[in-house]
């Protein structure tokens, strides 16, 4: 079968806005509008200033085209550790890491040389969701061993959880199920003792793709129920469009597949509202799975392209690893089987890139795969 991509784990890419109160929509408008002013004004005081207030409000409603333009627009007046940071975080959730990196490399530098211990503890934890995202799961956790002594010494309580959550996201994706739940569980109260609701449904989400990952699907769903309502209560998209894609995912392993399919096609719509384009690809590959358990081969075998397309263009190995095997399990169903050959080493050698968790399954179905070809 076409192996489903596992449920999808939430993050936030840094702590900054997790004390921003709502406004009003007009207040907003406002200060965009005083941004452009002070962009066009060169002055470039206010610009930081303001563009750092916008921003925070529109990360929460997960407006990054928006952020990054704005971000952007900052930064022709010179270099802002703010704008920086913000320019990074609109670009990793968007899927696109490796420029991510490079921004979020920049504002460290400027946070260090202000000497601005809270902010080089955030950049640091964005850094490693960088390299996670990257496939890069060690590299990730290093970054977030350096950024935790550093939020306990400031007394970040929010960005404490941010840095645990995101730890238990990389033992996640090295299929350390047990080590990445005793971090989401350090993470969740936290988050519920600062009041952070958009972090809690983040952490609730990922406590339940540690329980779909070690099977205990009706567990799972528990936690996604908990978290869809107050991701949308918080105006959190992206979020909402991950936790609808764990629910399709937790109804394909109980094999009702027009329910799935019903909460994968919801998915995938949101993420496109959000320019979400590494979701997207997680969610089309979940689609493709669909269409192979229904027999549809060559719409599977079209929706695994475009997957395969998206995740090249942001660089996201270790997905492309997954997809790559299971465009390889399609094609040899398909009685393709150099193409699957040539698919599946590719595969090989992504995950080993990357030290993907069914490296060894991969390897084993690859061995498999060349004996038949030398079989015909």
Do not use: K
Request: no cysteine; proline share 2%.
């Amino acid at each position: 079968m076409v192996f489903r991509i596992g449920a999808g784990r939430i993050v936030l890419a840094g702590v900054e806005d997790l004390l921003t109160r709502s406004r009003s929509a007009a207040t907003v408008a406002q200060w965009v509008e005083v941004h452009r002013l002070a962009v066009a004004g060169r002055e470039s005081a206010i610009a930081r200033r303001v563009g750092v207030r916008v921003a925070r409000v529109w990360l929460r409603t997960s407006r990054f085209a928006d952020v990054e333009a704005l971000a952007t627009a900052t930064l022709t007046l010179g270099p802002d550790a703010g704008a920086f940071y913000h320019l990074g975080w609109a670009q990793s959730a968007t899927g696109r890491p490796r420029p991510a990196l490079n921004s979020y490399e920049q504002a460290l530098r400027w946070y260090r040389a202000a000497d601005d211990h809270a902010n080089e503890a955030a950049t640091l934890t964005s850094i490693g969701l960088a390299y996670n995202r990257l496939g890069d799961r060690r590299q990730a956790l290093t970054y977030y061993e350096q950024a935790l002594p550093i939020l306990r010494e400031v007394g970040d309580r929010a960005g404490e959880a941010v840095t645990l959550n995101n730890t238990g996201l990389a033992y996640d994706g090295l299929g350390e199920w047990r080590q990445a739940l005793t971090y989401y569980e350090q993470a969740l109260p936290i988050r519920r003792e600062v009041g952070d609701r958009a972090g809690e449904a983040v952490t609730l989400n990922n406590i339940g793709g540690v329980y779909d990952g070690l099977g205990d699907r009706r567990q799972a769903l528990g936690y996604f129920e908990q978290a869809r309502p107050i991701a949308r209560e918080v105006g959190d998209r992206a979020g909402e469009a991950v936790t609808l894609n764990n629910i399709g995912h937790v109804y394909a392993g109980f094999g009702e597949w027009r329910q799935a399919l019903t909460y994968y096609e919801q998915a995938l719509s949101t993420r496109r509202e959000v320019g979400d384009r590494a979701g997207e690809a997680v969610t089309l590959n979940n689609i493709a799975s669909i269409r192979f358990q229904e027999g549809d081969l060559d719409g599977a075998r079209d929706a695994l392209r475009e997957v395969l397309e998206v995740l090249r263009t942001v660089g996201d190995r270790g997905l492309e690893a997954t997809v790559s095997f299971n465009m390889a399990v399609l094609l040899l169903r398909l009685e393709r089987v150099a193409d699957a050959i040539e698919y599946q080493r590719r595969a090989v050698a992504l995950a080993d890139e990357t030290s993907h968790p069914s490296l060894d399954g991969m390897r084993a179905f690859l061995v498999e795969l060349e004996q038949q070809g030398r079989d015909r």
